[in-house]
Structure formats: C-alpha cells, structure tokens
C-alpha cells in the first residue's frame, strides 16, 4: 500500500512546479497502486496524496509533473477558462461555485468543511468538490469562508438578521469574491443557496459584471435533496451519467473498474438511511457494490472502540448478488435487501457489517453485548451509502476485489490484508459475537 507521507513532506519545499521521474516517485512513495498505471482519473483532481498541488504533465512510466494551486483554489484562472472553452455550445459551466452554510453543526471547533453536519449540506460539499471547481461557504457570521478555514460553532441564522444587516453582509461577501473573480473576465457564479444568502449578492455580482447560476432557486428542501440525487456533478473518471450507463451493461470490462471507483469514492450520490428507505428499492432491487461512510462525530466514536484513528469518509465496501463462486447459482439478493433487509435490520448475526460496527462501539461504551436498538439509531445518525447498481453478478467478487484494493476501506476484513485496526477488529468480532 502506497505511502503518501514522503511524497507530501517533499512538496513543501516546492516553490511552484517539480518534475519527479516515475521509478523516482514510485520508490518515494513505496510503490505506487495499480491504478496509478491504469487509469487517468488516479491523477485528476485534488487529491490527498499531494494537497496545495495538481498534475499537468503524467507520463506513466516515465514522470509525473506537479504544479502547486494557488491559496484557497482548485483551479488557476487559466484552467477554468479552458474549461469553459472546452464545454459543449450552449452549456453554462460555472468558474466558482458558492454554498449555503446550514444550522446543523458539530460542537467544537472544525475546518467551515467540517463543521456543518446536515444531510443538505453533505451533498452541497460533494457536489463542490466532484466539480473540481474553486467553492466557498456563506456563512451568516464570517461571510466568505473556504472551505478549509478553521471555525467555532455559532447560532446565527441570516433570515433572521435586518435587512440593513444582509445588506452589509452580501457587500462583504462580493467585496471579498471581487479580486477573485477579476482574472476570469464575465465569471460565472454558481449559487447554491435560499433567498436569504442569494438576494443580498445577487445584484452586487451582476454589477460586476458576473453571469449567476442558481440551480436550486425556489426549491424547497426536499426538492433540492432530490436535485443532488439525480444532478451529482461531475466525477473525477468523466460525467456521472455516463458512468452510470456504462455500468449497466451486463458485459462487464476492466476499463470499468474506474467507473466504479469513482462511483463507490465519491459521496455525491451519498443517502442517509431514511433517504435509503424512502425510495422504497426503486432501482435497488439489482445486484451491485455499495460503500458505508460515517460521519466526524461517529468516526470518533469508532476510533474509541478500536483504539485507533478512524477518518470521517469511506469506511467499508460490500456487494449483494454475486454468483456463487463454487456452484455458479445466481444469487436472488439485491442492494435493497443486503443494505434494507440486512444492514438496517434488527440481527448482526445477519450482517458481517453490522456486526463489526456493534462490536466496536459495544467495546467503545462497555457494554457486554450488542445492543441492536442503539446501533441501528446510531447507524441513522452518523452513516450514509452509496449504492451503485452492477447487474451482471457473475462479475461482483472479482470487481469487489479490485475495487477494496483501490479503496482501502479500514473495517473491511475479507480480502484485505492484516494490519493492526484489523487485527483489533477481528479481535472485538470475535469476543462480541460469542456474546
């Protein structure tokens, strides 16, 4: 498994670009994965592996060049116009996107990103970042924030302040987009936000001279939920819809394997477990993969019970409906049965996933046994799912295996290989599961 650690202590003594041969950037890193050789979505986009910095220039085999972003950017000038010039006649494509900051916040201090905690704001942020584009966050208090600007919780609602006061607050939010916004020459500036943090900049941004896009505007809450279900973005791997075509074929290829990375990856079209039920399996009732992610206040938690540091994000892949290895059976399970029937069910004995999430957190709270009332509670209040339908199941256990060795989810067991929160969660299954 690929090291990241030596790679991003290297970039920061980077004034602006580096060249590393690729033998170079892979002994650095301890080998870099698979799909570092497969597939151009590995290098597009901010990644983790080298934060403050994108790649122009990948030659596999041979180099890889980095360029270090500007501060508080996903994209320099140049770049986004380009892919304004580059999109299909007739396409409003935004060169920054702005997002609503929303009531519902962890209790300590957190990067803006972090902080707010709704269903509606988790899809805005996944939106943002699958666009690829610069995003920022309005916020009632601060105004203009990125993403990664550390914050105190606060209680203040916009709609509830005077109109003197939206006022002043929406010249300072465009007063501090204005420098940003310069270099790009007639902007556009999509908006995510209510009436309450859109009106107040409208007007000042179109007298910049800036196009404004508001795909939500007039929605209401459940709507604008619906609109990231269906309208998630762009991926890193290429549209989403296109993804999504793909893999309904029934003739599975390894090119692929991209598609679903990204798909599983990425939160975009993340459900909380209500919103899971509430589309009563349409388009559920098929074979696929799915992918569980908790959220700062559960990966905490989790990390209590295994002494080990859980990361909020992606946490565990699975599939419903492979073929039988050994008998060559269909199977008759889909994605709503494993994720509904299972998974939210009232049984860990019934779910190798439930069962690993009670045992961690019975040990986090020392109780003797897995309380099922309170572990399905807890699953509704700190987890999401994607779901990501792949109809033709003789293909599931081997795409399952590549796609856990792309991902690397920590409490994934099978198919992976030892490590010591494994080990410790082997440890606990086997202790809660006799109980």
């Not at 508080?72 to 007739?90: I, K, V």
């Amino acid at each position: 498994m690929a090291n990241w650690s030596p790679l991003r202590e290297a970039l920061r003594t980077v004034d602006d670009r580096v060249v590393y041969p690729w033998k170079d950037l892979d002994a650095l890193v301890g080998g870099l994965p698979r799909s570092a050789y497969q597939y151009d979505a590995f290098w597009k986009g901010p990644r983790s592996g080298w934060p403050g910095f994108t790649t122009i220039d990948v030659r596999v085999g041979e180099s890889v060049t980095f360029v270090r972003r500007p501060t508080g950017q996903h994209a320099t000038a140049p770049e986004q116009q380009h892919r304004r010039h580059q999109q299909p006649a007739g396409v409003e494509v935004a060169d920054l996107l702005l997002v609503t900051c929303v009531k519902q916040k962890l209790d300590h201090t957190a990067p803006a990103r972090d902080l707010y905690t709704s269903p509606l704001f988790r899809k805005e942020r996944a939106y943002a970042e699958a666009s690829g584009l610069p995003w920022f966050i309005l916020s009632a208090v601060h105004g203009l924030v990125e993403p990664a600007t550390v914050l105190e919780p606060y209680e203040l609602r916009l709609s509830a302040t005077p109109r003197s006061y939206r006022s002043e607050w929406g010249a300072r939010v465009v007063a501090a987009l204005a420098e940003r916004l310069a270099p790009l020459g007639n902007p556009v500036v999509e908006v995510h936000a209510g009436a309450a943090y859109a009106d107040p900049i409208r007007p000042l941004l179109l007298d910049l001279g800036c196009r404004v896009v508001e795909p939500l505007r007039g929605l209401t809450m459940g709507q604008r939920l619906a609109w990231y279900r269906s309208t998630p973005g762009l991926m890193e791997s290429g549209n989403w819809q296109s993804a999504r075509t793909n893999l309904s074929s029934t003739a599975y290829e390894t090119p692929r394997l991209s598609a679903v990375v990204s798909a599983l990856a990425s939160p975009v079209e993340s459900r909380t477990p209500a919103e899971f039920l509430a589309t009563d399996g349409a388009g559920l009732r098929v074979p696929g993969l799915y992918s569980w992610w908790v959220d700062a206040t559960g990966a905490r938690e989790l990390g209590r019970g295994l002494g080990f540091e859980i990361q909020p994000g992606l946490i565990y892949v699975g599939l419903a409906g492979a073929t039988r290895s050994r008998s060559g059976r269909r199977s008759t399970n889909t994605l709503w049965g494993r994720i509904r029937g299972m998974h939210l069910g009232r049984r860990h004995e019934f779910s190798t996933f439930r069962r690993t999430l009670g045992s961690v957190l019975a040990n986090a709270t020392g109780e003797p046994a897995i309380d099922e009332t309170s572990l399905t509670a807890w699953m509704h209040g700190h987890l999401t799912v994607v779901a990501v339908p792949v109809p033709d199941g003789d293909v599931l256990n081997s795409l399952e295996s590549a796609v856990l060795q792309d991902l690397d989810p920590p409490l994934n067991l099978a198919k992976m290989a030892p490590s010591p929160i494994r080990l410790r969660l082997t440890e606990l299954r086997r202790t809660y599961g006799r109980s």
